[in-house]
Structure formats: C-alpha cells, structure tokens
Nanobody
Framework: QVQLVESGGGLVQAGGSLRLSCAASGRTFSNYAMGWFRQTPGKERVFVATISSSGATTYYATSVKGRFTISRDNAKNAVYLEMNSLKPEDTAVYYC????????????????WGKGTLVTVSS
C-alpha cells in the first residue's frame, strides 16, 4: 500500500529556513501528483503546494508564494518543500499527500496522506 513519511520538521526562528522531505513507497511514484498541506490546532488542513507527476507544473498558496518551493526527485521517490523566510504564522503540522492521477491544482482532493511533521517558527 502507499506509504508517505515526512521528515525535516523542527524549531526555527522567524526568517529562517527548513527543508521538508517526504519519502513515498508502494507504487510507481513518478505517475502521481504530490502535494504539501498544513494544519494548525482547531483549524482545517489547508493547501500549501502541489506538483505534477513530472514536476513541470506547480501551484502554491498565496500565503507561501515566493517563499516556499516544492520539488520532487522521481529517481528517489521523494518530494520536498523548501521553506524560506519563515514566519510564526507558518507554524503547523505539515502533511505530504499523493493523488491518484498525474496532476493536481490548488483545490484538488488528495488520496493518500502521511502522518505529518511539526514545524514551529518562533518570533
């Protein structure tokens, strides 16, 4: 079955950077779109970024555009989220997700989810 395992979360000061990684297994990674989402306590999980199966097309939430970069390495079955200029409001549990098709946009429902990694940005 599909497994998604996030890593790279932690505590960082405002203005700093982190790189999240997600290792995928269970099926041919290069066939499917991937995404990152985040959730804070008491709120719904929200879209951060998605990337198509080839990596050619990406989408970002307005709140992270210009600061975050999603990328993937199909040879390593991994997707990444490079986060720069972090702000306290970026504090959340970040989830990796995979879709059953090759593309995903800003509102696409995802089909598989990891367990998340916590990012805390201190002011």
């Amino acid at each position: 079955q599909v497994q998604l395992v996030e890593s790279g979360g932690g505590l960082v000061q405002a203005g700093g950077s982190l790189r999240l990684s997600c290792a995928a297994s269970g099926r041919t990674f290069s066939n499917y779109a991937m995404g990152w989402f985040r959730q804070t306590p008491g709120k719904e999980r929200v879209f951060v970024a998605t990337i198509s199966s080839s990596g050619a097309t990406t989408y970002y939430a307005t709140s992270v555009k210009g600061r975050f970069t999603i990328s993937r390495d199909n040879a390593k079955n991994a997707v990444y989220l490079e986060m720069n200029s972090l702000k306290p409001e970026d504090t959340a549990v970040y989830y990796c997700a995979q879709r059953n098709v090759a593309w995903a946009t800003t509102t696409t429902a995802m089909d598989y989810w990891g367990k998340g990694t916590l990012v805390t940005v201190s002011s």
